[in-house]
């Protein structure tokens, strides 16, 4: 009876966490790679990327997924993100004076403390 008891418990422990996913995302390594050499990477999947404090500026992304990426502290000055996908990303604090947002998608963007392109800050 007490191996029965453990094989439906491990069933019902098993289905929990299978029903409790989480979802991950994880930007194109290689699409991240050539960002970071060349500073352009046009149309690249950089969904998810964790870029926290890192100097973009005049970086060409025309049409770059960064959805859900972490720009948190980056420095965005002169970067063309035209077309770009930025829904729910974190630009908090992030520098974007002088940058191109012409049609990017910031749906759900955290802006908060962003200097924008026109120089003024994002309350």
Do not use: W
Request: net charge positive; proline share 2%.
């Amino acid at each position: 009876m007490r191996k029965a008891g453990y094989k439906i418990s491990l069933t019902i422990i098993t289905t929990i966490f299978s029903l409790v996913t989480v979802p991950v995302y994880a930007a194109n390594l290689a699409h991240i790679q050539q960002l970071l050499k060349t500073k352009k990477c046009v149309k690249c999947d950089l969904s998810g990327a964790e870029l926290l404090g890192v100097n973009l500026s005049e970086v060409e992304l025309l049409g770059a997924n960064l959805s859900k990426a972490n720009l948190s502290l980056s420095k965005l000055s002169g970067a063309n993100l035209s077309g770009s996908k930025l829904s729910e990303a974190n630009l908090s604090e992030g520098k974007l004076s002088r940058a191109n947002l012409s049609a990017a998608d910031l749906s759900g963007a955290n802006l908060q403390g962003a200097m924008m392109p026109d120089g003024t800050i994002h309350p």
